[in-house]
């Protein structure tokens, strides 16, 4: 389908994925923190939850290319978007019957496993049907949608486990136990919301009494990828690597996700060792979120104004230094609640501009590819940097792990400032 087709008047398949992102966000950002607060009940110390969080994308890791390469072939993508939805699920709900520290990581290796098929599909689908001008309208909604979820996620977890911290192993595991089925629960959601257009895509375009803007907005998440005459051939992994500007956007990408990660598995385990309760974590953590959809908001007036590479410099840089600080001053929750916020709204600038940045550096039959090795890398930082930071975490605390965090976000704004200016 062409770009034609996907004007403002026929962006219904744009706000069916933000729909569907939300809810499955809503989910994991419920499921991930909690996981954290599963593990301290089965005893686990820092070192454990970064090999747990680096399990969660142990599969996406081997599996992102191939994913990738399937979307630029298949003819539709939204039922792939409610598999990724439906593994989202089952992820959770091992979760919930997990008894051991392996069992939890298993479990997080699904959960992992279902966000990247569904990301990877949404991602292909923006790529796929948005022209070259409003690739960060549509990534910067999508990745919006994301960051509701990041808001709700958190929020709902606190408000399940409640007020105590430091209260020892065993003492939440029916909190923790039932925030996984909802969880489960809130990911199934995605299904429902996909639906309609399945069924619009397969029997209703072909009424005669449909207007034929409603027929191209309801099949748009099921057309064929369009081709380009004469392509430049497949799109493997080194080829993409190749294009300039690509591992330099790769690693701000890496930077900027597994940063989020840490946050995520490590801040309840600073909070616990201060005696904030999860509830205040899961405030923390939505103020993070509410930054990063206030910033993506604003993402496409940004980016008309300001080159996208100072952008996502300013996006490292400030990322780096805001979310360095809230471990010194977390005694203080109101002014970790600021701090956290600010580092929201820096890094939620980053990751649409990646995929934008991305996405315009290879052939456009390229695209799904050119995404899926940005989330591979982004995956494959999702497994070491966790590993690294739960070993950095032994000896310095739980805080070090975010300083490590933090640390490579600015090491990648300062690679991005003395690289090519692409």
């Given at each position: 389908m062409s770009s034609a087709s996907t004007g403002p008047r026929s962006q219904g398949w744009l706000w069916t994925l933000v729909v569907a992102g939300f809810f499955s966000q809503t989910a994991l950002n419920l499921v991930r923190p909690v996981t954290t607060y599963k593990l301290i009940d089965l005893g686990a110390d820092a070192t454990a939850v970064g090999l747990v969080t680096a399990a969660y994308a142990i599969l996406p890791v081997v599996s992102a290319m191939w994913l990738?390469?399937?979307?630029?072939?298949?003819?539709?993508?939204?039922?792939?978007?409610?598999?990724?939805?439906?593994?989202?699920?089952?992820?959770?709900?091992?979760?919930?019957?997990?008894?051991?520290?392996?069992?939890?990581?298993?479990?997080?290796?699904?959960?992992?496993?279902?966000?990247?098929?569904?990301?990877?599909?949404?991602?292909?689908?923006?790529?796929?049907f948005s022209p070259n001008d409003q690739l960060d309208r549509g990534f910067g909604w999508f990745?919006?949608?994301?960051?509701?979820?990041?808001?709700?996620?958190?929020?709902?977890?606190?408000?399940?486990?409640?007020?105590?911290?430091?209260?020892?192993?065993?003492?939440?595991?029916?909190?923790?136990?039932?925030?996984?089925?909802?969880?489960?629960?809130?990911?199934?959601?995605?299904?429902?919301?996909?639906?309609?257009?399945?069924?619009?895509?397969?029997?209703?375009?072909?009424?005669?009494?449909?207007?034929?803007?409603?027929?191209?907005?309801?099949?748009?998440?099921?057309?064929?990828?369009?081709?380009?005459?004469?392509?430049?051939?497949?799109?493997?992994?080194?080829?993409i690597l190749n294009r300039p500007g690509v591992r330099s956007n790769m690693l701000a990408s890496l930077a900027l996700?597994?940063?989020?990660?840490?946050?995520?598995?490590?801040?309840?385990?600073?909070?616990?060792?201060?005696?904030?309760?999860?509830?205040?974590?899961?405030?923390?953590?939505?103020?993070?979120?509410?930054?990063?959809?206030?910033?993506?908001?604003?993402?496409?007036?940004?980016?008309?104004?300001?080159?996208?590479?100072?952008?996502?410099?300013?996006?490292?840089?400030?990322?780096?230094i805001c979310l360095a600080v809230p471990a010194l001053v977390i005694d203080t929750p109101w002014a970790t609640l600021v701090l956290l916020f600010a580092g929201g709204i820096f890094l939620g600038l980053g990751q649409p501009l990646t995929m934008s940045l991305i996405s315009e550096s290879v052939p456009h039959s390229w695209r799904g590819s050119a995404l899926a090795v940005r989330l591979m890398g982004n995956r494959l930082g999702q497994v070491v940097m966790p590993l690294a930071a739960g070993l950095i975490a032994a000896p310095l605390g739980p805080a070090g792990a975010i300083w490590f965090g933090c640390a490579v976000l600015v090491g990648s704004g300062v690679q991005k400032s003395l690289g090519p200016a692409r």
């Open positions: 990738g390469r399937l979307t630029d072939r298949i003819p539709g993508l939204r039922v792939m978007v409610g598999i990724g939805a439906l593994v989202l699920a089952a992820g959770a709900a091992a979760l919930a019957l997990a008894g051991t520290i392996v069992w939890v990581a298993a479990a997080s290796a699904v959960l992992g496993m279902g966000h990247l098929i569904f990301t990877i599909a949404g991602q292909s689908a923006i790529a796929r990745t919006a949608a994301y960051a509701g979820g990041q808001i709700a996620g958190p929020l709902v977890a606190g408000l399940l486990l409640g007020d105590g911290a430091g209260i020892g192993p065993g003492t939440r595991a029916e909190g923790t136990t039932f925030s996984m089925w909802l969880g489960a629960a809130l990911a199934l959601t995605v299904l429902p919301v996909l639906l309609p257009g399945i069924i619009a895509s397969r029997g209703g375009t072909r009424g005669r009494g449909t207007a034929p803007g409603e027929r191209r907005r309801r099949a748009v998440l099921s057309a064929p990828a369009p081709q380009d005459d004469g392509g430049p051939g497949r799109p493997t992994m080194g080829a996700l597994a940063m989020l990660d840490i946050l995520t598995a490590f801040l309840p385990l600073v909070g616990e060792a201060h005696g904030v309760s999860p509830a205040w974590i899961g405030m923390l953590l939505a103020a993070r979120g509410a930054g990063t959809i206030i910033s993506r908001g604003f993402l496409p007036y940004l980016s008309r104004r300001i080159a996208r590479r100072i952008l996502l410099m300013g996006s490292l840089y400030g990322a780096g």
